[in-house]
């Protein structure tokens, strides 16, 4: 049996054998098209080859694409796992022809590929072109297609464009016939929608560009662009109508059955399938940077990973199960694909995170989801303002729900939650429409057609010679720029660092015969450096010699912080683990900042080890040594790399520290070894010293260090050592004792904090003994008190208190302490099918004039600008047990 791997590879040697270049798979981040979530083709990363906006050294290329589809415009995660094709993560085999070959090659190129090198028999292949292309027809028909098998379709099937406006053209595809015992017809037939005829191939040619008015005209360079699904032909070739029972398909779901001991093949069939589908896109869009967040694509990822959670949880997994799976994965995929394993420990870590974090969540959600359906008659949908609740108050998603209630054949009442959810769903539109980086304007690739990249010489100096090759003001190219003008300015050559990976752009000054610019900053706009500044005098033109001169004292702090984070980041790996990865940087003049994948706070000894280590490196004062080397070469040696960042055919491997017993020159007892383009110091030393200022969390299994070098930490330090120096004179004690002395008197603040706390919490239970101030109103026991000096801090604690002492019933109290109001809201466990503390928080917060409020349904909080209203706040809380 030929295996996806084989074919892949079959594929791909078949096209670069004709003449195109094998290109990587980009990230799943786009980095091209600000108007898409996630890559969801092939020809995502050529776009702007197909406009013309950009050049490479190729013409024909080919690929295969990691490809996403599981949020906008297109979404199949709600079909996954019950059908036989649906996928959110699928690869996509293509060639593309940049203006070199057209319809004549790219037909017979599909045609003997499927029919030679893949064998598929061609009595079961019927074609669809485009019905007025009669060129595409002819060429079917001289490769010996029978005329009844080459469909002509009218329709946008056989037609495609790029949006409204652009490249256009029509379609020719290739359909696989599975035979008259399943149902369906061929294309363009009213039984269309069957399985019987699938589509493999489709062939685009983009040949005409669409204008706003309704007109189209031939575009000057014609190109082609096709896809065929990796999965389809995989399922084909190895004598299956179903995706799912390829032999990379069933190693997953294997070890999705040996995880739980569940049967893969029995009823519960369609839940290996979603894991298997799921753990494949969750994967991925992890090894490219993207992690689980509450907003865009971070959004996404959690929904996939929680739907797949879900489905593990119906097999009867007790215990987190998804990041068992991903050495499988790797083992299917990582040759093809060696970012995954690179990645595999942050994912792995990520998963089981998330997975441990939703199980609480999953169970609540489900125990409250059955208890609603005990209520309804049959044949209803659960109401849409049911499912809102479970969402805003339990985190459960609507699609969680809708896919719970599918296999109990009960439908939701969408347009109530619709309703319901309106605010949140306009924000959650927002993030729908793409975080991609944004497209670079047009002009920036006008330049570099016609002048060039910039050639970058800062790592070796920063003072050289150059010539402005272009000017641009207000957006437009201009030839001159005169004193005061706000410019950006493209040179040949320049030592000034262009803003990237963490490290900002160099500033400094740029002088001509004619004038002066004062350069604020550097960023990379389509290949060239795009230096911002202001003209300070005289008048500047294009094609003047000038001088550049980058301010050295700011571009040696920013080394220094950027080397620093090298040292940091490996100390963080030996101190925490080897899922340590960098998730985001600051290398500016004044700190550093680092981001990376850790699920806890660090503690004072980790924290010291880390700042020990990297001081201990520092001090040994080796060089730093730069190469250059390909990606694959770097990677082999061990090199780290940006999970997400895209690499060219050359990369930049620095190296700093050496490990005990190490030889001269030995990179594997290099201590820091890492892809990198920014500049760095000559030798360790150089940086000078090293303190971390603290360790904080960034987002949802990211932490934040941040830290200061050279002399901002030796200023840092004097500046400790003063303060030791006064406390010393105050304790009236020798400098050595003073941190014994302070600890004692913060532990003794501390004791009479929590004896004032104690105290007020008496105060505060002393006129509700027994629950004799609650009321009973529906049927709930409820007491509502205002506190006027307790903090809003230990409103948690007294809600508890109250809760044991009621046995049943809610409790609102709001404190005006710091004169602003303070609001929390309990409800016993068996009364949380009734009412919410949410709602009764939310009620009075809005008579408090506060906003909202959140939590869970047995306790919430919220706050308001002033107490003045809380008696009208408690009497709408009352009201919300009244309804």
């Known amino acids: 049996m030929v295996g996806v791997n084989d074919i892949r590879s079959t594929f791909l040697s078949y096209f670069e054998k004709n003449g195109h270049a094998v290109v990587d798979s980009s990230p799943l981040v786009p980095r091209n098209d600000p108007t898409l979530m996630f890559v969801n083709s092939g020809m995502v990363q050529f776009k702007n080859l197909f406009t013309g906006v950009e050049t490479r050294d190729y013409q024909r290329a080919t690929s295969a694409q990691k490809c996403v589809r599981a949020g906008g415009k297109h979404n199949d995660l709600d079909n996954v796992g019950y059908t036989a094709r649906h996928h959110t993560f699928f690869e996509m085999l293509g060639n593309f022809s940049f203006g070199d070959y057209f319809k004549k090659e790219a037909i017979p190129f599909a045609w003997d590929l499927i029919t030679k090198d893949f064998g598929i028999d061609k009595s079961r292949l019927v074609t669809t072109v485009y019905h007025t292309d009669d060129e595409a027809f002819a060429i079917w028909k001289s490769l010996g297609v029978p005329e009844d098998r080459i469909i002509r379709i009218a329709t946008s099937d056989n037609f495609w464009q790029m949006g409204p406006t652009g490249p256009c053209g029509p379609c020719t595809e290739i359909f696989y016939d599975h035979g008259d015992h399943i149902w369906g017809g061929p294309p363009g037939s009213a039984e269309e929608d069957g399985d019987r005829f699938i589509e493999i191939w489709n062939v685009v040619f983009m040949q005409n560009e669409q204008f706003a008015d309704g007109t189209m005209r031939e575009l000057d360079m014609q190109s082609i662009d096709t896809g065929m699904g990796l999965e389809r032909i995989a399922a084909l070739l190895q004598g299956s109508h179903d995706n799912y029972d390829t032999d990379l398909f069933k190693a997953l779901i294997e070890a999705s059955a040996q995880a739980v001991g569940v049967d893969p093949y029995g009823d519960q069939n369609v839940h290996h399938r979603v894991i298997a589908d799921h753990l494949r896109s969750t994967s991925f869009l992890i090894a490219d940077g993207v992690l689980p967040s509450n907003e865009g694509r971070g959004y996404v990822l959690r929904r996939i990973m929680r739907r797949a959670m879900r489905h593990a949880h119906l097999l009867g997994a007790k215990d987190p199960m998804m ?10 995929m990582g040759q093809a694909y060696p970012e995954l394993g690179r990645a595999q420990p942050m994912i792995e870590e990520t998963l089981l995170l998330e997975e441990t974090r939703f199980k609480t969540t999953l169970d609540r959600g489900l125990k409250l989801l059955d208890a609603e359906l005990e209520g309804m008659a049959e044949g209803t949908a659960l109401p849409g303002e049911t499912a809102f609740k479970l969402y805003d108050t339990y985190g459960f998603p609507l699609d969680l729900t809708q896919d719970a209630l599918r296999e109990k054949g009960v439908a939701v009442d969408t347009d109530g939650f619709t309703s319901a959810m309106a605010a949140q769903k306009a924000k959650a539109r927002a993030a729908w429409s793409g975080s991609g980086e944004a497209a670079d304007e047009s002009v920036w690739f006008d330049i570099a057609d016609a002048e060039g990249n910039t050639e970058f010489l800062g790592y ?31 040179l040949n050559q320049t030592p000034f660092y262009a803003e990237s990976g963490g490290q900002v752009g160099d500033t400094g000054v740029l002088k001509t015969d004619g004038g002066t610019v004062r350069i604020s900053d550097v960023r990379k706009k389509a290949g060239v450096f795009v230096h911002f500044g202001e003209v300070l005098d005289g008048t500047i033109t294009t094609g003047d010699a000038a001088e550049l001169v980058v301010d050295h004292t700011r571009r040696s702090a920013i080394r220094a912080n950027h080397s620093a984070t090298h040292l940091l980041h490996e100390a963080l790996r030996v101190a925490l683990g080897d899922h340590v990865a960098q998730r985001g940087s600051l290398n500016a003049e004044d700190r550093l900042r680092f981001d990376f994948s850790h699920s806890k706070a660090m503690n004072a000894d980790e924290m010291a080890q880390v700042e020990r280590d990297v001081n201990a490196f520092i001090r040994q004062n080796t060089p730093v040594d730069t190469r250059i080397m390909t990606p694959d070469e770097a990677r082999d040696l061990g090199a780290q790399a940006l999970f997400g960042e895209k690499y060219g055919d050359e990369v930049r491997v620095v190296s700093m520290g050496k490990l005990a017993g190490s030889g001269k020159g030995s990179d594997k007892n290099t201590y820091s ?31 934040r260090i941040e830290a200061l070098t050279g002399q901002a930490a030796q200023d840092y330090l004097r500046g400790q050592d003063h303060l030791l120096a006064e406390a010393a004179l105050v304790l009236k004690a020798p400098a050595s004792e003073v941190p014994a002395r302070i600890k004692s008197l913060q532990d003794e603040r501390k004791a009479l904090q929590n004896e004032v706390a104690e105290l007020r919490k008496k105060a505060a239970m002393g006129g509700a003994e027994g629950g004799s101030d609650a009321v009973t109103i529906n049927g709930v026991p409820f007491l509502g008190q205002v506190l006027a000096d ?70 919430a909080q919220a706050g308001g600008p002033s107490v003045e209203n809380a008696d009208a706040a408690l009497l709408a809380a009352q009201k919300v047990l009244e309804d």
Do not use: N, W
Request: aromatic share 2%; with cysteine; glycine share 16%.
């Open 323 to 332: 990041y068992r799976l991903v050495p499988e994965l790797v083992r299917q």
């Open 460 to 490: 070796d100096t920063e003072t050289a010679e150059g010539q402005i090759r272009a000017i641009v003001q207000d957006g437009a190219v201009v030839k001159t720029a005169t004193g005061g003008a706000a410019v950006q300015l493209v």
């Open 673 to 703: 070894l890492e892809l990198c383009g920014g500049t760095h110091v000559q030798r360790t030393g150089d940086i000078g010293a090293f303190v971390m200022l603290g360790d904080s969390a960034s987002s949802s299994g990211v932490r």
């Open 790 to 859: 307790v903090p809003g801090k230990d409103l948690r604690g007294l809600i508890d208190e109250h809760k044991k002492r009621l046995g049943s019933g809610a409790i609102v109290l709001i404190s005006g302490a710091g004169g602003k109001a303070a609001i929390a809201a309990g409800v016993t466990e068996d009364l949380t099918d009734r009412v919410s503390a949410v709602d009764l928080v939310k009620a009075a917060a809005a008579e408090l004039g506060g906003k909202g409020g959140g939590g869970r349904a047995d306790m």
